[in-house]
């Protein structure tokens, strides 16, 4: 079982099952999303995942349509996102988490896509896109 909550602790999430396919995205979406140089997501079944507090306080976005990106209209930390064409799961922020996890990160993904500051220094593979088999 993972626990995390938002910067404020008004949104809290619990996640029962594991988080596959993590990675860190350097995709301009993701940078402007998160503030910084990437993002590192995971994916969770939907089934898994459970809004334990504060779903009342969740707003959303949809920049592209059929994918929405929920958001603490408190603080602004963004809690989770989802994508009509696989309702089978969701994709979370693993920054949200406050209890550790056990999965590791695969990769980094859409690294031609860095920002031009950033020093990309890792023994992760490096991909132009998604990792292979996605």
């Not at 990675?23 to 969770?44: P, Y």
């Amino acid at each position: 079982m993972y626990t995390g909550s938002c910067l404020c602790g008004e949104v809290n999430v619990e996640v029962s099952g594991s988080i596959t396919s993590i990675i860190h995205c350097h995709c301009s979406l993701c940078r402007k999303n998160s503030g910084t140089a990437f993002a590192t997501n995971g994916f969770v079944n939907t089934d898994d995942f459970t809004i334990t507090k504060g779903q009342a306080l969740l707003s959303e976005y949809s920049f592209k349509v059929g994918r929405t990106r929920y958001f603490c209209k408190c603080c602004g930390s963004p809690v989770y996102s989802s994508n009509n064409d696989d309702k089978s799961r969701i994709r979370i922020r693993l920054g949200i988490f406050d209890s550790d996890i056990t999965e590791q990160v695969l990769s980094h993904n859409f690294v031609t896509s860095k920002a031009n500051w950033e020093k990309l220094e890792t023994s992760l593979p490096c991909y132009e896109k998604h990792e292979p088999g996605r």
